[in-house]
């Protein structure tokens, strides 16, 4: 019988609110764009199975609502992600310098070894732009993590985005992944780390890809 | 039948004080052509007293457009200016059904929320809050029109109508506000402390399915938040927030209490659909994508029925049932 995927990760994206993280997400999922999207209220789930190197990667995502108000709630998601978004606007200069303030948070809450990358989204909306894609590139680079400019709107960047951080999050945990490998190549289930995981099999496992 | 509810409306609205006869009609859903008076007089923004009311209206009226003289020019002040940004960000990204995109309805929007926001600086204005204008809204436009709404042209309505309507939507959204504030306040409080409470009582009323969400580590938090935020608004059609709103305006603390047995019934509706999904992933986009799109009034009295069973079996002995 297939499995539907092989390894399970968490991401969360964060940044302030309408940036587009919603948007991003939609894209990324269903490939659709709803330029004004409904704004999000506490945490929204979504998820998607992406292969990278051969291995079926089911990636649940987690998408906060970005006022302040709800950080007690949104904060509890953080130490249960492999992987986060950062993402500002390009058109909003404020949304950029408060990428500081949510690093921080991500240090202060998130797993030591939490996967990070920067987002620049609205890409397309050039005759808005506040932050220099330079401005960007330098703040990745202090902080070690890779960045991109997105549009959810033209569909610029997004699935190298989200496969670029599931990439790394696969990269961080290599040793769980030659574990998967070994068994793979074995030709073995995968019952045991499903086990680990916490993951069960239910009654659709020949069905493939996203069910969104 | 129906007419017949009508002039039973119209007779207790008349009556000198707000009876007991009213709140239970009212329970049971409020016809439309009665319905803005009606919520009017439940949520107490009317005095029940028929003589007073005209001049309640008229002060309260002038009470508000004078809030809005007094602090509307400081939106874009330094320590108002990320309230009033919020604001402007969220009102676009409101339920695509209303009529939120016509520019009047904007600005309406706008110095409602800015104005009950600076009023209210214990909790300010937090995502949500704007749905929650949205019924009386729409309600109260009913009393100018007799068309249907969701086409409407807000801008051919009278001006007196206008102000009118966003002085009395303001007033009758700051007494909803005022029993449910600690949900909005610093951490959240209120809505922490209702969704452990909806916890519990699934847990004692449909054990399958408290069990069930449990083995597939499904926290509650994760999808009821939303339910508690913005109460239900958000998963629910307008028509039947504006029905649910009838009698949660006619049971005492019906947004801060009733609420609650509210949400357990609506999740122990869905429990065959829940018993079916066999993984997180499933049991997830599920809760937050309830088919509720063309639900009625049909739907949510039955809702509010089981409700209000589960209301007299558990609420006023809370051991009663315990595990």
Known sequence: ?212 | MCVQLLSFFFCFLQAKNLSEELRKLSWSGIPRHVRPITWKLLSGYLPANTERRESTLQRKRQEYFGFIEQYYDSRNDEHHQDTYRQIRIDIPRMSPECLMLQPMVTEIFERILFIWAIRHPASGYVQGINDLVTPFFVVYVFEYIKEEVENFDVSSLQEAALRNIEADSFWCMSKLLDGIQDNYTFAQPGIQRKVKALEELVSRIDETVHIHMQQYEVEYLQFAFRWMNNLLMRELPLRCTIRLWDTYQAEPEGFSHFHLYVCAAFLVRWRKEILDQRDFQGLMILLQNLPTMHWGNEEVSVLLAEAYRLKFAFADAPNHYKR
Request: glycine share 6%; net charge negative; aromatic share 10%.
């Open chain 1, 1 to 212: 019988m297939a499995k539907q995927y092989d390894v399970l990760f968490r991401l969360l994206l964060l940044g302030d609110s309408g940036v587009g993280k919603t948007c991003l997400l939609c894209r990324f999922t269903d490939n659709e764009f709803h330029p004004s999207h409904i704004s999000t209220i506490g945490v929204d789930f979504k998820m998607k199975t992406l292969e990278i190197d051969g291995i079926k990667v089911r990636i649940q995502i987690w998408d906060t609502a970005g006022q302040e108000r709800y950080q007690t709630i949104t904060k509890q998601y953080y130490r249960r992600a492999q992987g986060i978004f950062l993402v500002y606007d390009i058109t909003s200069e404020r949304s950029f310098q408060h990428i500081m303030k949510w690093a921080s948070d991500v240090d202060e809450y998130a797993p030591d070894n939490i996967q990070r990358i920067l987002i620049g989204n609205k890409s397309d909306e050039e005759e808005k732009r506040q932050v220099a894609t330079g401005q960007g590139n330098k703040l990745a680079k202090d902080y070690g993590m890779d960045f991109f400019e997105t549009s959810a709107s033209t569909n610029y960047n997004i699935t190298e985005s989200f496969t670029r951080l599931a990439e790394q999050v696969l990269a961080a945990n290599k040793k769980d992944l030659d574990l998967l490998r070994a068994s793979v190549t074995d030709e073995l289930n995968l019952a045991a780390l499903e086990e680990e995981e916490g993951i069960t099999d239910g009654a659709a496992a020949s069905q493939k890809g996203c069910w969104c």
